[in-house]
């Protein structure tokens, strides 16, 4: 074989073996969730302090994809969650719109943030290829398959979004989605206010369940 068809199905394996990674990697989080084994440690914590660990993971692929990657997060925003569960949630939507904006140079995702009476309010809003009404009324149901492939070929295991969903259930929120075809997608998360530290708001997770007290 001479070299480009060497690269060729060496890029192939490695674009294979992450796939394979990636939907293993989602059917174990499905099973822990829904088998009640992730343990559920929320803490009160700035958002940007999860903000900024995604934004440092995906700012190459936003820049090899020619995306603007926008951090609007202000610093002061507390919330009273999990954080590993709430990085992870924030690291999968914006993985998410950048896989489905588009490569001309005028892509973006931005991600904002700002108090509500219901609590904090996240959005991560791209200007890609959009959704129709049925898929967005079935984006967060469970599908074991291949999803649609990004702008740039990306394939994906179709459970990312489910996960989204267990785990801001898991922390007391809310996740819903409104898009345009062509023109573009955002995701909302609502999560509970930090703490006053007098205990106004309290939760934990006892034998699979969420309370509040």
């Known amino acids: 074989l001479d070299e480009s068809s060497v690269q060729n199905i ?3 394996l490695y674009e294979t073996s992450q796939s394979t990674y990636n939907l293993l990697e989602s059917l174990l989080e499905w099973a822990m969730a829904e088998g009640g084994r992730f343990v559920y440690h929320p803490i009160n914590f700035n958002l940007k302090q999860a903000t900024s660990i995604v934004i440092k993971v ?3 692929l936003a820049i090899k994809k020619k995306i603007a990657l926008i951090d609007e997060i202000p610093e002061d925003l507390k919330v009273y969650a999990d954080i590993i569960m709430i990085t992870s949630v924030i ?3 914006v993985s998410n719109a950048l896989k489905f904006t588009r490569l001309d140079g005028y ?3 931005a991600l904002r943030a700002s108090f509500t009476n219901d609590g904090i309010e996240i959005q991560i809003e ?5 959704m129709t009404e049925l898929q967005m009324s079935t984006v967060f149901h469970p599908r074991i398959t ?3 492939r990004g702008t740039d070929g990306e394939k994906g295991a179709g459970l990312g979004l489910t996960l989204c969903k267990r785990f801001i259930d898991l922390n007391l929120g ?3 989605v409104s898009s ?5 997608t955002i995701f909302k998360v609502i999560l509970p206010c930090s703490t006053d530290g007098t205990g106004m708001l309290l939760a934990q997770k006892d034998s699979g369940d969420v309370t509040v007290a």
Not at 126 to 130: A, E, F, I, P, R
Not at 180 to 184: A, Q, S
């Open 126 to 130: 791209d200007n890609g290829l959009g």
């Open 146 to 148: 291949a999803s649609l």
């Open 10 to 12: 060496a890029d192939y």
């Open 180 to 184: 345009k075809e062509g023109e573009g």
């Open 174 to 176: 809310k996740i819903s």
């Open 107 to 109: 892509g973006f995702v």
């Open 91 to 93: 690291q999968n939507l």
């Open 58 to 60: 995906l700012n190459t």
